[in-house]
């Protein structure tokens, strides 16, 4: 077992993760966690890093990969190595799987499922680092992963250019490199599986909208946000996807954006502050948990925590949900959380590499930019695990195919996932990734 270490955060850390990273050191949850939990290398087909062998070369592509669009449905795919053709159709494939961490419960449902989805099929067996929130381990976990064998590589990124250097081994040795939740700068990304934050965000204000009306019968009233830090990429995105639907309503009328350090304690204090000299707010919006749950302590602090649909409520919108707001939905409390779905990321990404690898890397097989996808199309068969029936409802579907672009440029395409609507009558759903987390 991999020896327990102090959480270490990379100078260098980039704006994909520093918001989450941000919310679990400032709170120091599971300050005295382990390298990494039992289940991440217990299990059938499980197997630690190790061995020097290499994958076979990759397959030559006539064009860079930055002409994946016109590579897709093309012939494509030529100068296959001898072993690497021996390799196609093989029994079982060996997959590197490269995750972040598991200090909260959305990363260990992130990396639970990793496991999960490898256990149901016969033909995956994983190896699973863990960057114990480091990004020069991770870059090292990644490195090692590729040394050792694997015939594919998911890495979810704790910092989206440090993990080029991953991306690009890959390339050289032969090595199908995918993305899971945060993407990798780089164009030897094969396919990247992620949430949208913009269009999730822009979900929530629409709910914050129907909100609005079901206390005036219209869209009108006032509007405080409270959001964490705007150095993280991810809160712009949730910043500026809510803002988009406001500013389609002008009877909204925005009237604070509180910016936090992302601490629940820091949220109750600027909300509070905030409220005492503008009571008359009608709605509030919060793009993360910790806000969320300051946010709701401080209402009850002014005594404004009201039911909705009784004098005083203030409408409540969130993005992600823990038991707590779970708790505010089923109670009337909080009008709507967006949820996106960390448990279906892996194994969406694990069965396109399986196909990728018995397609000998032809790009075909992976879905098409500027498409989209549905459950006709995927379908992660439902299992059994901790005593629920994960990947029961296809929350994940539809998912848009967009390109990801640097300076003009298509990189990869991105498997882009929208978010889950969550109110009172469906907070309850055994499936919801909070309710599968609280039997961990």
């Known amino acids: 077992m991999v020896a327990n270490s102090k959480l270490g955060i990379d100078s260098n850390l980039k704006q994909h993760y520093i918001l989450r990273i941000y919310i679990i050191i400032i709170n120091n949850i599971n300050k005295n966690t382990h390298a990494c939990h039992e289940y991440c290398f217990v299990g059938v087909r499980r197997t630690w890093i190790g061995g020097t062998s290499m994958s076979a070369k990759r397959n030559t592509i006539d064009q860079n990969r930055r002409s994946y669009l016109k590579l897709v449905g093309a012939a494509g795919v030529a100068g296959l190595a001898p072993t690497t053709m021996a390799r196609a159709q093989q029994d079982e494939w060996h997959l590197g799987v490269s995750i972040l961490g598991t200090q909260d419960i959305w990363l260990e449902s992130l990396a639970r499922s990793a496991q999960w989805y490898a256990q149901d099929r016969d033909d995956i067996r994983i190896t699973v680092a863990n960057a114990q929130v480091d990004v020069s381990k991770q870059v090292q976990d990644g490195l090692r992963l590729l040394n050792s064998g694997v015939d594919g590589l998911i890495l979810s990124p704790l910092d989206s250019e440090s993990t080029a250097r991953v991306a690009d081994q890959a390339e050289e040795q032969g090595v199908p490199f995918f993305n899971t939740d945060s993407n990798t700068f780089s164009e030897n990304v094969d396919f990247w599986v992620g949430f949208s934050n913009f269009n999730g965000a822009a979900l929530a204000g629409e709910q914050l909208v129907k909100a609005l009306e079901r206390q005036h019968g219209e869209p009108r009233g006032k509007v405080l946000t409270v959001n964490g830090p705007l150095s993280s990429q991810i809160l712009v995105e949730r910043r500026d996807g809510f803002m988009s ?196």
């Open 245 to 440: 639907v406001m500013d389609e309503y002008p009877d909204i009328e925005v009237v604070g954006q509180l910016n936090t350090d992302a601490t629940e304690s820091e949220a109750v204090q600027k909300t509070t502050s905030f409220l005492r000299s503008n009571s008359d707010v009608n709605a509030i919006y919060t793009p993360i948990l910790t806000t969320a749950s300051g946010a709701l302590a401080a209402l009850e602090r002014m005594n404004m925590k009201v039911k909705e649909g009784e004098d005083g409520h203030v409408s409540f919108v969130t993005i992600d949900a823990n038991q707590r707001i779970l708790e505010g939905l089923k109670n009337n409390f909080v009008d709507f959380s967006i949820l996106d779905t960390p448990l279906f990321f892996n194994p969406i990404a694990m069965k396109y590499m399986v196909d990728f690898l018995n397609a000998d890397q032809d790009p075909s097989v992976l879905p098409e930019i500027e498409t989209t996808v549905t459950e006709d199309d995927l379908t992660i068969e439902p299992a059994e695990h901790v005593g629920v029936t994960v990947w029961e409802e296809p929350l994940w579907s539809p998912a848009d195919i967009i390109p990801f672009e640097q300076d003009g440029e298509t990189l990869y395409p991105h498997f882009q996932i929208g978010g889950t609507v969550v109110d009172e009558t469906n907070a309850d759903d055994p499936f919801l990734w909070p309710n599968v987390a609280a039997n961990f």
